[in-house]
């Protein structure tokens, strides 16, 4: 009994420490495992195409086609654009625009924001708004640093002014107290893809504003594919991203413009 | 006839029925401001997209950390054995329950979709510091409730009336020890989430910071203890229905003091670090709450009043035991805090990040509307209206009253039954 106490046995002593060794190794891989797996920040899941835009500024004359387009075929109301165009200085003599539709963040500021989910990704990298379960609280808002998002303050009950000129409605309008935003035209996408047609290519089924634009300044296509107009139009020119800093990484890739290709 | 006379209706007017008449009338214009809100949407507020949270979510913000001195004192007094301070904390628990209904108040009139308040309790987004308030609100709330459930049992009618609920409403108090650490658990969560909620914003970098969660807990403490001992000494010397003990609260009030100083601690380097360098959108935020604007709010309310003055008056003793400059010091911390908040949620929606990098950084403005500032208002008169009846009716701040020990608990039966 007495050398039990004074100086434990080996077989103990191995046991004991075995046991210890055990409990902090798996209680390192366990904290290990939760770190790697925790991330603060989500992202969007990279299904089969991952939808891309692409705008040359070289091409883009500012004429706000692609806005009222948007406009006619999401029934947005006049107040609002999801696709805003700005005049960023000149070029030579030219001026330089850019359009600003929703850049459809891989790690999206509104998504990782919305208390209820209301904001989400599609496998597609499309990000979504489901309008019948937004609260209305405007963290999305407050968080977006593209300025995507307008407030239904109102309700729009008028007429359209941009339809039929422009397009006809393919969604319905959003009621008063919610966020709205640019899908990238999904409605038109889905139903292409369904009809067997390419988004990008097909008029179908590609978005409104690359539709409407008079001077081809917008592409669109599926990142995924090299072959797309986006994937070619990337990999043959320089190319750049609004607050790219902040690594949200958006999926709307602008052309900066060239005078020499602003001129042709 | 004698029976007659006693329902022969006297009207005097004596300055409590005008102090209910007065917030009665405040909270008639919020009515109507909140029905008209209801009906004809949040056109009508002076929000803005680039402004979407302005007074309310201010006053959401205020109410929630001016709530905190119940679970701070809770913690207090049930988990680190300060137990005679226990009825400052009883005060503390009422002012929270009002502070966190006020809240929901705000909220409710703040989103867009009230209809779907619940959705935030029914659809999870884990990422969300909005979700995660949300949830510790709304289950705090229900806290509060059991909390003061000893607190409501003090109402005479009910009591007459039923004496077996009011018994069963007085017997919470021996979860006490345990509402505090749930309390205490939920509240450290979601009043450092709620700074944490601006903190997480990348693209607006006068918010972006990790100090902000620790800012809004501590500033958060110190209000909200600050506003409770306040109104119980301003109770004490309006009515006689309030009977506070000046000695306990003379020593909590130290407390606030040296509290003080890790929250100016805190947020002097929370701006002075803002000066190191120039940062596009921080530095223009530091000068709209330095310079522009919000200077006065910045330099003299929030640093001077909310934070010097006090220090100076509680902790130098003198001014400390001079009842009427410690009330008036406590007061200020609490209105230092409510600038705090309003100061750090305007500047970051002030400030104009352009998403076009050659493009300069623009300003915007704010002011809240007349049906803005007419329900807001309405919600304080609810506040203080809930306070004056805890008061009146349910000796709220009575520092006589000696709550039986929660620590060992007695339960006999009252009679044999009998069948």
Same mark, same amino acid.
């Given at each position: ?36 797996s925790t991330k603060a920040s989500s992202e969007a ?209 602008y052309l900066p413009a060239v005078p020499e290709k602003?001129?042709? | ?36 809100i209801f009906w004809k949407g949040l056109g009508i ?179 909200? =203890?600050?506003? &409770?001992?306040?109104?119980?000494? %301003?109770?004490?010397? +309006? #009515?006689?229905? !309030?009977? /506070?003990?000046?000695? $306990? ?111 300069? =950084?623009?300003? &915007?403005?704010?002011?809240?509307? %007349?049906?803005?500032? +007419? #329900?807001?208002? !309405?919600? /304080?008169?609810?506040? $203080? ?35």
């Amino acid at each position: 009994m007495s050398d039990k106490r004074s100086n434990p046995t080996e077989k103990n002593i191995n046991r004991r420490e075995f046991l210890k060794l055990t409990a902090v190794g798996v209680a390192v891989a366990a904290g290990t495992r939760a770190v790697t797996s925790t991330k603060a920040s989500s992202e969007a899941p990279k299904g089969r195409h991952q939808w891309a835009m692409v705008i040359d500024q070289s091409k883009c004359t500012g004429c706000n086609y692609c806005t009222l387009a948007c406009q006619a075929h999401n029934d947005v109301n006049p107040e609002i654009q999801w696709n805003k165009v700005i005049e960023d200085g000149t070029v030579g003599d030219m001026h330089v625009f850019v359009p600003r539709p929703c850049m459809h963040c891989e790690k999206a500021p509104c998504v990782e924001v919305c208390p209820v989910k209301a904001s989400y990704y599609r496998e597609d990298g499309i990000v979504m708004m489901d309008y019948d379960r937004c609260i209305g609280c405007r963290y999305c808002q407050v968080a977006c640093p593209y300025d995507a998002r307008s407030f239904n303050w109102t309700a729009f009950t008028e007429k359209n002014p941009a339809v039929p000129q422009w397009g006809t409605p393919a969604v319905e309008r959003r009621p008063r107290g919610v966020p709205e935003k640019c899908s990238f035209c999904y409605q038109t996408i889905d139903r292409g893809l369904a009809l067997g047609l390419t988004p990008g290519v097909d008029p179908n089924a590609t978005p409104a504003c690359v539709n409407a634009c008079p001077t081809g300044a917008r592409l669109f296509g599926d990142l995924n594919d090299p072959e797309s107009l986006v994937s070619k139009a990337l990999h043959e020119n320089p190319s750049y991203r609004l607050r790219e800093n902040l690594g949200t990484g958006p999926r709307v890739y602008y052309l900066p413009a060239v005078p020499e290709k602003k001129e042709a | 006839m004698a029976k007659k006379s006693r329902f022969k209706f006297k009207f005097v007017i004596t300055p409590w029925l005008a102090w209910l008449g007065l917030l009665g009338i405040i909270l008639l214009g919020g009515l109507v401001g909140g029905i008209l809100i209801f009906w004809k949407g949040l056109g009508i507020t002076n929000l803005t997209d680039l402004v979407p949270w302005g007074l309310w979510i201010t006053i959401d913000l205020s109410s929630i950390a001016l709530a905190a001195g119940a679970f701070s004192l809770c913690a207090g007094v049930y988990l680190f054995g300060l137990k005679r301070y226990q009825p400052i904390a009883r005060t503390a628990t009422f002012v929270g329950l009002i502070g966190y209904t006020m809240a929901m108040l705000s909220l409710l009139l703040d989103i867009g979709r009230p209809d779907r308040f619940w959705h935030a309790v029914v659809y999870w987004n884990t990422h969300s510091l909005m979700w995660e308030v949300t949830m510790c609100v709304v289950l705090y709330l229900t806290v509060l409730v059991f909390e003061t459930m000893p607190i409501l049992a003090n109402l005479e009618w009910l009591r007459k009336r039923f004496p077996k609920i009011t018994s069963k409403m007085e017997h919470m108090h021996h979860y006490a020890p345990v509402l505090a650490i749930i309390g205490l658990g939920l509240s450290s969560l979601h009043q450092s989430s709620l700074g944490a909620l601006y903190g997480v914003i990348k693209a607006r970098p006068f918010w972006f910071k990790p100090e902000m969660s620790v800012l809004f807990m501590l500033s958060a403490i110190v209000g909200g =203890i600050s506003l &409770t001992l306040f109104a119980s000494m %301003l109770t004490s010397r +309006l #009515t006689n229905k !309030a009977k /506070i003990n000046d000695a $306990l609260i003379e020593r909590v009030a130290q407390f606030v003091g040296y509290l003080l100083i890790g929250y100016f601690y805190f947020r002097a380097w929370d701006v002075l670090s803002m000066t190191y360098t120039y940062d596009p959108g921080r530095s223009e935020g530091l000068d709209l709450i330095t310079k522009g604007p919000l200077a006065f709010n910045f330099w003299f309310v929030e640093m001077l009043l909310g934070m010097i003055v006090p220090m100076i008056i509680l902790l130098y003793k003198p001014t400390r035991m001079n009842r009427f400059w410690r009330m008036t010091a406590l007061f200020l911390v609490a209105v230092g805090v409510v600038a705090f908040r309003w100061d750090t949620n305007i500047t970051g929606l002030l400030v104009v990040m352009p998403y076009i990098a050659d493009q300069a =950084i623009a300003y &915007t403005s704010y002011r809240p509307s %007349l049906i803005e500032a +007419l #329900t807001g208002a !309405a919600i /304080i008169a609810y506040g $203080l209206a809930a306070f004056s009846l805890g008061v009146k009716y349910l000796r709220v701040v009575d520092h006589s009253l000696v709550q039986e020990e929660h620590a060992k608990v007695k339960v006999e039966a009252v009679e044999p039954v009998t069948v």
